[in-house]
């Protein structure tokens, strides 16, 4: 079965500290990955996805770029955190599609980041 | 564009009573509908999925949706709530019309559930 991991569960970052939070799958084969953030316990908002190694797409310009070195590792990073980019950061994953996918997306368990 | 409207934030249901939390969705094709459950500082559960065929589809933990296209609605039902379903219920669509690699779902603001005892 395929599982999610992502770590670590809570950071706490001063300003203007860079950041790295990795997301991996097991158990399936040229996923797309995705990076949210949640503010506030409410609405996602989709950072980042990605349909293959190397491949990213971002959704919105932010202070934050995320990488894929391998099949099924993203990484989500950040040379200078802000004070805004406090929140829950939650990575998923979807089977492979030819682009016109009804597979839901499966959710790690995210990572509560605070800037202090 | 994909969109999806959950008009209400809060829920408030007596546990045995029955839970109806409420989703509108606009696509331009036809849509792929989904329900997902959040547990504080957890993430997102998948419940389950309209893809096509009957409008009635059954999940997990007793809950079901019922699919109405007339009125763009995709509401998500439990017959008898328990204390151990309060949570954030996301509704998400995508539309099946488009192609386009990635396969992307706009999600709604979420409602969140009490149910009390």
């Known amino acids: 079965s395929q599982t999610i991991h992502q770590w670590p569960a809570t950071l706490v970052q001063p300003v203007g500290s860079p950041l790295s939070l990795e997301c991996t799958v097991e158990g399936t084969s040229n996923p797309n990955l995705y990076w949210y953030r949640q503010a506030a316990g409410r609405g996602l908002q989709l950072l980042f996805y990605?349909?293959?190694?190397?491949?990213i797409s971002s959704e919105v310009p932010q202070n934050l770029s995320a990488s894929r070195p391998q099949d099924r590792q993203f990484i989500l990073s950040s040379k200078k955190l802000l004070l805004s980019d406090s929140g829950f950061y939650l990575c998923?994953?979807?089977?492979?599609?030819?682009?016109?996918?009804?597979?839901?997306?499966?959710f790690g368990d995210g990572t509560r980041l605070s800037i202090l | 564009a994909q969109s999806v409207a959950q008009p209400e934030d809060q829920v408030n249901v007596a546990e045995g009573n029955p839970l109806t939390v409420k989703c509108t969705y606009s696509?331009?094709?036809?849509?792929?509908l989904f329900w997902y459950v959040q547990y504080p500082n957890r993430g997102l559960q998948f419940l389950l999925k309209?893809?096509?065929?009957?409008?009635l589809v059954k999940g997990s933990y007793g809950f079901e949706a019922e699919f109405n296209k007339s009125q763009t609605s995709f509401h998500l039902k439990k017959p008898s709530a328990l204390v151990s379903d309060s949570a954030l219920y996301f509704c998400a669509v995508r539309d099946g019309g488009i192609k386009a690699a990635g396969n992307k779902l706009t999600f709604g603001g979420g409602t969140r559930v009490l149910v009390k005892p």
């Open positions: 309209y893809i096509t065929g009957d409008n």
């Open positions: 696509v331009s094709g036809n849509p792929y």
């Open positions: 990605s349909v293959g190694i190397g491949q």
């Open positions: 998923a994953w979807s089977g492979y599609d030819t682009g016109n996918s009804n597979q839901p997306q499966h």
